[in-house]
Every structure is written in structure tokens, then in C-alpha cells.
């Protein structure tokens, strides 16, 4: 009988083992099982399967590669009172404007917001100023600002005035994003951006540098998003913003729609109906980030002129 001791201390400590190795398992699964709860709040675009938003389905050929960055910072529409949404930019954003491809209307209208794009090209971080003495008092309720391609050089100046467009919308959300780095000096942009988010609790943070670093996103020029780039931008735009807080979706007029300055980056596309439409509201965020999109109810179908023949330029 004693020779079987050995044997019997062998298998209470394999049973011992395999319990410990169960009650790592189930503890690691209810970990990942909140994990994957935190993301689908988050909605930052690390759930599998998230390859769109809205009414804008990101291109066959970037749906299964593109990796969409985390955002800094809390999404907007869990800290915006209300869903007036104001878009502040140069040709990049133009680009997606109504009287271009409309995509930035098409992708966040379904998530709840009514969107002002206001964009014109070539413009720098003054143009942003200029925008909210003209149209902050049209009452938004959250905002997104992208301008930084076009910089003079001087980081001081830019950071000026950078904060000075977000204190002026603070209390507001403001979802700030950062440039591609097709030249050195984009850097120190991004840097400021940084900087100015830490020094205020109103602004996060979209990693653009990042994401338009990635094969497909940008044309020819490193600086401008190419046409599946612009589906990729306000698909990024959406998971940054999340849901608005309520529900119905419009598109709404702009007052910033000169394109002299333009030249051709500017797309060579136009909507022949503007997107201004009433929205159903979403039903969930899972409805959302699953990829389901919502038919507009009604359409105001007043004719977008297509772009005219703009001088040439290198500036965004």
C-alpha cells in the first residue's frame, strides 16, 4: 500500500493544478468579459467586426486592415448636453462637406447629431477664430476641430490661438485632431494639440498622424485623404463622437463654403442632393457600432452646384 502513496500525492496535486488553472480561466474571461463591455462603450473601434458607422461603409479594401486609434479622452457625446454639432476645418473636412462627397453628414446623422461643417481650404488655425465669431452663438452643443495642416512655423502662435478656440467653446466637448506628419515640422503641430487637450478637460483627441499613416487613407500628396480616406476620416470622426446624447439627426446649412483658395486637392465629386435630412433616432449604441444603418425619413433636396474650376495650390 505504500508504494501507492506517491502515485496518490501525484494526482491530488494534478487535481489541485487543474483547479487553480480553472479558477485562473474563469477569472481571465470575466476580465476579458469587461474589457470587451469597457470597449463597447468606449466605442473607439477595437470591437471585431466594427467596419462603419453610420450610413458610410468603409471600402472593402481598408474594412479588414485599417486599425482605428484609441481616442484620448472621453467620447463627446457622453459629455455633450445636447447634439448641435459644430465641424471646423480646412480642405480636409471640406472634402467631406455636402457640396463635395457629403460624407461627414451621411456618417454622423444615423449617431444622432445635427452637423454644421464649416471648411474651406487653405485656411489655418486663425480660420477656426473667425468661424466662432460668426457662429458660436447659433447655440452647439459639441464640436470638432481640424486645423493644423496649413502652419506657419510659429508653434507659439498656433498654440495661442489653438486654446483660444477651446476656451471659447468650453464648457463644450471639443473633439481635436491631429495632422499627418508629411513634413517634419507637422510635429510640433501635433505636440501643441497635445498639450492644449492635457491643460483642458473639455477636449479630446482623434490620433489622425496615426491613422492616415496607414496604406490607402491619403492620395498621392500625403496630405489629403484619398476618396476611401474620406470614408475612413468621418468613420474615425463617429467612433470619436459616439451617439449623441438626443436623438435626430440633421444636416445643417454652412456659412464657410468658399473654395477660391482651393485648387486640386479638392475632390472632383458633388452631392446632387444635399444631405440635409431628419434622421430616425438610433435605437442603442450596439445598433451603431454593429454597422446598422438608418434610412433618412425625409430629404431636403435642394441642388448642391458641382465645384467650379479652382486655381491651382499646395496648401490644404
Not at 470597449?39 to 450610413?55: A, E, K, N, Y
Not at 486645423?147 to 467653446?169: E, F, P, R, W
Not at 505636440?191 to 499613416?213: R, T, Y
Request: glycine residues 8%; proline residues 7%.
Amino acid at each position: 500500500m505504500r508504494s501507492h502513496g506517491p502515485q496518490r500525492h501525484l494526482k491530488l496535486r494534478q487535481r489541485v493544478f487543474v483547479g487553480v488553472v480553472m479558477a485562473l480561466t474563469a477569472t481571465a474571461c470575466s476580465a476579458d468579459s469587461a474589457s470587451q463591455s469597457s470597449s463597447l462603450l468606449d466605442g473607439i473601434g477595437v470591437i471585431p467586426g466594427i467596419d462603419f458607422v453610420g450610413q458610410v461603409t468603409l471600402p472593402p479594401t481598408l474594412a479588414s486592415s485599417i486599425k482605428f486609434p484609441p481616442i484620448q479622452g472621453p467620447l463627446v457625446g457622453s459629455v455633450a448636453k445636447g447634439n448641435r454639432l459644430l465641424v471646423i476645418g480646412d480642405s480636409i473636412i471640406a472634402s467631406t462637406a455636402n457640396r463635395y462627397g457629403g460624407e461627414m453628414c451621411r456618417a454622423l446623422l444615423p449617431l444622432g447629431w445635427q452637423v454644421a461643417v464649416e471648411a474651406e481650404p487653405s485656411r489655418f488655425v486663425q480660420f477656426g477664430r473667425e468661424v466662432l465669431r460668426e457662429r458660436l452663438s447659433d447655440g452647439w452643443d459639441a464640436a470638432v476641430v481640424f486645423l493644423g495642416t496649413n502652419y506657419t512655423g510659429q508653434i507659439d502662435k498656433y498654440a495661442s490661438d489653438l486654446t483660444a478656440i477651446v476656451t471659447s467653446l468650453n464648457p463644450r466637448p471639443v473633439l481635436l485632431l491631429t495632422t499627418s506628419l508629411f513634413r517634419d515640422r507637422q510635429k510640433e503641430v501635433n505636440g501643441a494639440i497635445a498639450s492644449v487637450a492635457s491643460a483642458n478637460e473639455n477636449v479630446s483627441v482623434l490620433d489622425w498622424a496615426s491613422l492616415s499613416s496607414q496604406s490607402g487613407v491619403l492620395n498621392r500628396d500625403k496630405i489629403h485623404p484619398s476618396p476611401d480616406g474620406r470614408a475612413v476620416l468621418v468613420t474615425a470622426i463617429g467612433k470619436g463622437l459616439g451617439p449623441a446624447p438626443t436623438q435626430q439627426g440633421k444636416c445643417l446649412s454652412s456659412k464657410f463654403t468658399d473654395d477660391s483658395a482651393g485648387g486640386d486637392e479638392m475632390p472632383d465629386v458633388a452631392t446632387t442632393t444635399e444631405v440635409s435630412a431628419t434622421v430616425a433616432p438610433v435605437t442603442s449604441l450596439t445598433t451603431v457600432l454593429s454597422g446598422s444603418s438608418t434610412t433618412p425619413s425625409t430629404t431636403e433636396s435642394t441642388a448642391s452646384a458641382s465645384p467650379t474650376s479652382l486655381p491651382t495650390t499646395t496648401t490644404p
